[in-house]
């Protein structure tokens, strides 16, 4: 949960002889011989999506439900999150994802090889769905952030910290003033932000891949209105995902 496992990334093993969707368990196939690291576990931060897949595994085993069946029980239907559907599923209205060739023209990208795994993927949602998720996740999850990041953390990462899920720099007090991730796949470039303290939250989602840095106006505006610290910078933590 907070990236210091040391596992191997999965993308690092995809051969280019693959041609089919991996699943969660595929990806569990494919670093159980493994016997080496990055690092000791607990010594260094390293995102890894390859911990995320297992995790999925781990709920599915925990609760003895598909990890399709255990997030529409415990999460969406409880918060009402109709439009919020799986890799595979029928999707209303689905956007879909475009990337930049090498000349700069935008081609059509919208899946990979890795699009079906859902513990670091898979899901599909609204805008709408999402703030259902991001605004009453205390009820579902029986905690807020502070309380959570007490059991959780990682500081190994210089100048800020990582707990489930999330970034997070903390002011004197040891209370976050800035809660943050992004995301990124083949076809889709997304940010959230949120700002505890002023109650505010930013969510950009597009659908072009590598398209962060269209973030950055955001960013100088919510420093220039003293909503974040001059040095704050989401290229800092994205690169950490990367």
Sequence with gaps: MTHTSGIIDYE???????????????????????????????????????????????????????????????????????????????????????????????VFRDQSLTSATLGDGGLYTSLSDYSKWYLDRKRILGMDFNTMIKSSSSTIIDQHAYAYGWFYEQDKNNIPKVIFHSGATCGFSNIVIEIPEKEMAIVYFTNLADH??????????????????????????HDETH
């Excluded at 569990?28 to 010594?43: A, C, D, Q, R, W």
């Excluded at 973030?215 to 290229?235: C, M, Q, T, V, W």
């Design 12 to 106: 690092e093993l995809i051969d280019d002889s693959m041609k089919i969707q991996l699943s969660d368990l595929d990806i569990l196939n494919m670093v159980k011989g493994i016997e080496k690291t990055y690092f000791s576990p607990g010594e260094k931060f390293k995102y890894s999506n390859t911990a995320y897949c297992i995790l999925a595994l781990i709920v599915e085993k925990a609760s003895d439900l598909t990890f399709q069946d255990f997030c529409k029980q415990y999460i969406f239907k409880p918060l009402g999150m109709k439009n919020t559907v799986w890799y595979g599923q029928d999707i209303n209205s689905r956007v879909y994802g475009y990337a930049k060739d090498k000349e700069g023209k935008i």
């Design 212 to 237: 962060h840095n269209s973030f950055l106006p955001i960013e100088n505006e919510l420093k220039l209105h003293g909503l974040l610290d001059a040095n704050f910078s989401y290229r800092k933590m």
